[in-house]
């Protein structure tokens, strides 16, 4: 286990790493004195995670954790895998609004939408747990960003698992009628990823046309920022090209790698600008990006030039707070949604003499502007929020007044200077 060498080495790293001197206001030398003995004296892998975890949470920012290692090595078939990479699913989203755990989206062709489950139907009951016993842990949370984060990661625990296997999930429909479903849990699509030492996951990106009044729009999802994807993203943009305007929607996007914000963001910008600047302890960096003036069919193009509408929710984390706050920040787009987790640091992560991950960040990231999307996140231009009567109705308000806005906007200027937000 060697609590020593593995409390030793994290505090070390942190020590060496982190880009504030100060320690965010901790005493970090102090820290390790008063932690150290109880690292020495843990007696289980978790006693001695206890102690990891109350070292790195003192610092009250994002992007610190430590990872066990029987979860960074699981493979994405594995029934034990953590949020985001298990194997099984049922095919619904759902998101916390309005006091009510909701369906927000039924996958065609899943076990859900074969079971008849429809949007703007509740969650009540998973398995043997109630939503409300689920929820019962986080009494008192202030932060409703917080509470959506946490309702969802307690409903995926209970949704997936390994394939072939069931739960039974009991919720209420429009009518406010108890509905009961026993779901199988089918394979999860998409592309299996394993970078560094983070946990395996599946990444996946689709996109369509919707006509509106006449006028083109595009619409690019993706749940990850991860290099396998840029190719998939390309081809999409080829296709669209030619739309009047342009939708990407990352709600429930985790984040993945800070990079990936500069070459996408290249499709929209028609000079090399920063979508904003990292700096850690030795140095700062721009993140800049270069306008992509070559397709995949490696012919000369123009980059995208009509109006481009971001929709962000709380579930929109890290890199995907990176982009949507500095093109925000640029005046290249107009966000759509709900206020974003605040979780933008850049982060590393590093294996442990006992076997663990610590992910650690390295760095302050702040937008053009100046201004941290760390704490307070992403604040749409337009708040929409997921509405239980819209979904009932079929419609997805954020991603429809998104895709209305981009059919009629008018072509905006060249991005040449981030505007100041308050």
């Not at 309702?151 to 919720?171: I, Q, W």
């Not at 479903?181 to 990106?205: C, F, H, M, S």
């Not at 709900?338 to 979780?343: P, R, Y």
Request: no cysteine.
């Amino acid at each position: 286990m060697l609590p020593l060498a593995t409390f030793d080495t994290a505090w070390s790293i942190i020590a060496r790493t982190h880009w504030d001197t100060t320690y965010n206001g901790v005493n970090w030398t102090a820290l390790r004195d008063s932690l150290r003995p109880r690292a020495a004296a843990a007696a289980t892998q978790g006693e001695l995670r206890a102690v990891l975890q109350a070292m790195v949470g003192s610092l009250r920012q994002s992007h610190f954790d430590i990872i066990p290692a029987e979860v960074s090595d699981v493979a994405v078939g594995g029934a034990e895998a953590v949020e985001g990479s298990r194997a099984g699913q049922v095919g619904l989203t759902t998101r916390w609004s309005e006091g009510l755990l909701l369906v927000t989206d039924v996958e065609a062709g899943s076990p859900a939408a074969r079971a008849g489950v429809q949007a703007g139907w509740t969650v009540e009951q998973i398995g043997a747990d109630t939503v409300a016993a689920r929820l019962a842990r986080l009494a008192g949370s202030t932060d409703p960003r917080r509470l959506a984060l946490s309702a969802y990661r307690l409903a995926e625990g209970g949704l997936r698992g390994a394939p072939g296997t069931s739960v039974t999930v009991r919720f209420r429909d429009g009518a406010e009628q108890a509905q009961v479903r026993t779901l199988d849990r089918a394979p999860i699509g998409g592309t299996e990823v394993k970078y560094g030492n983070l946990p395996p996951q599946l990444a996946d990106l689709s996109w369509e046309r919707r006509t509106i009044d006449g006028r083109r729009v595009g619409v690019i999802r993706f749940n990850i920022w991860m290099p396998v994807l840029g190719r998939a993203f390309d081809v999409a943009m080829d296709s669209l090209r030619d739309s009047d305007g342009l939708v990407i929607d990352i709600r429930g996007n985790f984040g993945g790698v800070a990079g990936m914000a500069m070459g996408i963001g290249g499709h929209m910008v028609d000079s090399a600008v920063p979508v904003g600047i990292m700096t850690t302890r030795a140095q700062s960096m721009k993140f800049t990006m270069n306008p992509r003036r070559v397709n995949t069919a490696n012919e000369r193009v123009a980059p995208f030039g009509g109006p481009v509408a971001l929709v962000v929710d709380a579930l929109s984390v890290s890199t995907s707070e990176i982009f949507a706050g500095g093109l925000q920040d640029l005046s290249r787009v107009r966000v759509f949604g709900e206020q974003t987790a605040g979780q933008a640091l850049p982060a590393v992560a590093e294996r442990l003499p006992n076997g663990d991950i610590l992910y650690h960040a390295i760095a302050d990231f702040r937008g053009p502007s100046g201004r941290s999307m760390e704490g307070d996140g992403v604040i749409p231009d337009e708040v929409v929020r997921p509405a239980r009567a819209a979904l009932l109705r079929g419609e997805d308000p954020a991603l429809d007044r998104a895709a209305a806005w981009a059919a009629t906007a008018p072509t905006p200027g060249p991005v040449t200077r981030p505007r100041v937000l308050p």
